[in-house]
């Protein structure tokens, strides 16, 4: 029965610990990376529809404005 060391217990639970700082970090780089992105298209999308709501507001004047010069 071999003999009991704190070499190779501490060796055993480094290199678990390694690996799992390892994961951890590829885990939080790929879910920054994919929160990024999701703010990026929320952004996008915030935009898109404020633009839409502005012309939106402007083709009715627009129209009337047209409609104004024809009749004169």
């Given at each position: 029965?071999?003999?009991?060391?704190?070499?190779?217990?501490?060796?055993?639970?480094?290199?678990?610990?390694?690996?799992?700082?390892i994961?951890?970090?590829?885990?939080?780089?790929?879910?920054?990376?994919?929160s990024?992105q999701?703010?990026?298209?929320?952004?996008?999308?915030?935009?898109?529809?404020?633009?839409?709501?502005?012309?939106?507001?402007?083709?009715?004047?627009?129209?009337?404005?047209?409609?104004?010069?024809?009749?004169?």
């Amino acid at each position: 029965m071999p003999g009991f060391s704190f070499a190779g217990l501490f060796g055993a639970i480094y290199e678990r610990f390694y690996l799992v700082v390892i994961t951890a970090s590829g885990k939080l780089a790929k879910d920054w990376l994919v929160s990024k992105q999701w703010i990026k298209d929320k952004e996008k999308q915030y935009l898109e529809t404020e633009l839409n709501f502005l012309k939106s507001q402007i083709q009715p004047h627009f129209f009337s404005i047209h409609l104004i010069i024809y009749i004169l």
